[in-house]
């Protein structure tokens, strides 16, 4: 499973599985400081922050190039660009820190921090367990343009088995549309890639007419009829973005939007030749 869906919102079960593990420091800090007197959800809600803040400069810094001199994109962390270690490493330090100012406040923020790290530890490596156990593609009957069927492990053998980036877009989606032109990019620069645009229930002729509107020119365009893709592979929501190896193990997935760091970062995964 790739994406929990709340009413509208659809979130990744990584970040579920982060807000989780915050609400268990939560209340686990609540009950170890209730005797206490000590401002323990402030201090953990500071230390998140640190914690998201830190990861988000430290991941800007690192694809700088990508990013250029746009501060509405060092902001927008809808594209799920963060770098966990310094992160946690910010986290460790300032907490440190009030553990070193209030001596109220160590035990509870001691148990509480390690609460929602076991928590997110434990979950993590369970939903990793999980997804090993279904990391290739998913199996269903796509269709070329020309109306030819196929398949994705298929069409990754009789490609050359190079890695494979799998991404599920429809025409209404906004975001899917805005990263159309960014895949193209790719698909162009990096030939060593099979990029796969799967569309998710929509006619030959509404596809057509989006990408001669758009005025883009990519390969391995396929129509997922019953978007069967998205739902073997656990997502409910577009634009996602699978990402296999050349074995066709599934190594790592995106939900929303890809910004050009983010997809960098994944291609990352492959270990191709530098830029």
Request: hydrophobic fraction near 45%; include cysteine.
């Amino acid at each position: 499973m790739l994406s929990l869906t709340l009413g509208p919102l659809a979130i990744s079960v990584g970040q579920a599985l982060i807000a989780l593990a915050f609400l268990v420091a939560l209340v686990v800090g609540k009950l170890t400081a209730r005797r206490r007197e000590v401002a323990i959800g402030d201090a953990l809600i500071n230390l998140a922050l640190v914690g998201v803040v830190t990861a988000r400069i430290a991941f800007v810094g690192h694809y700088f190039s990508s990013y250029g001199l746009d501060p509405l994109a060092w902001l927008d962390i809808r594209d799920g660009g963060f770098e966990i270690i310094a992160g946690l490493l910010a986290m460790g330090v300032y907490g440190g820190y009030l553990a070193w100012r209030s001596a109220a406040l160590r035990r509870p923020l001691f148990v509480a921090t390690f609460a929602g790290l076991l928590t997110w530890g434990l979950s993590g490596g369970a939903l990793s367990l999980i997804e090993n156990q279904a990391s290739r593609p998913p199996q269903a009957t796509l269709y070329t343009l020309n109306d030819e069927a196929t398949d994705l492990a298929r069409l990754q053998q009789e490609t050359g088995n190079r890695p494979m980036v799998v991404n599920l877009w429809a025409t209404w989606c906004p975001p899917c549309r805005k990263e159309m032109p960014l895949l193209e990019e790719m698909q162009k620069k990096h030939t060593d890639v099979l990029f796969v645009l799967v569309n998710q229930g929509e006619t030959r002729p509404t596809i057509h007419d989006f990408l001669n509107h758009m005025q883009l020119d990519l390969e391995h365009v396929l129509l997922d009829r019953q978007g069967e893709i998205g739902q073997q592979a656990g997502s409910a929501a577009l634009p996602t973005t699978l990402f296999y190896d050349a074995s066709g193990k599934l190594v790592d997935s995106h939900l929303g939007e890809l910004s050009r760091a983010t997809l960098r970062r994944a291609l990352k995964r492959f270990d191709l030749p530098a830029e």
